[in-house]
């Protein structure tokens, strides 16, 4: 049973998202909060496996609230959840740490693929998201490249640079023409070298070297 944490301002919202993480698919919501800055009292109370948090809220929103929260290397992961019209904030949401985003209005089993993959340690990124995210780094002024300090081969930074793109898997190995399992390889060796958490942070270090350059 994943114990999952719910974090949004909207009571309603919170509803509907306990109808869909039941226990009969396989969670447990173990604790509420109505605004970000109850997160870290109550992970503390609840110890959740995965915080699904609301990214706009009164007090405190959802990249401030998981910052944080991150801080601490014991906190759980967090699944951002995100609607159309919040771009500004996304960015910042998923430098804070967050491993995760999906549009609030995703279907149910998509949901739940998001909550599991994330409170299992992975990095799950909703394509639409993913591609609002790039707009909102593309939109930043262009800076000085400055290529990434690890020693990576040639094909890891390939990888890397369409991590950064906003690739799947997939999408890479076709652009590569390589299998999906040599890219997940090359995208393990990446973070381990770099020193990264997981594919979300991946994409912040490319930006952040300029591997991807906002204009691109």
Sequence with gaps: MIRVLLVDDQPLARAGLRRILRPRSGFE???ECEDGDQ???????TKPDVVVMDVRMKRMDGAQATRLLRQDHTAPPVLILTTFGEDEVLSASLRAGASGFQLKDAP???LLRAVKVVAEGGSYLDIAVTARVLSAYRAQPVRTVRMPDPVLTPRELDVLRLVGRGLS???IAAELFISEVTVKAHL????T???LRDRAAAI??????GLVNPAD
């Design 188 to 191: 393990g060796h990446i973070l």
């Design 169 to 171: 898997n997939a999408e």
């Design 29 to 31: 919501v173990v604790g």
């Design 39 to 45: 997160v870290q009292s109550a992970v503390a109370a």
């Design 108 to 110: 149910g089993p998509e």
């Design 204 to 209: 912040v270090y490319a930006f952040d070297t």
């Design 193 to 195: 070298k770099c020193g």
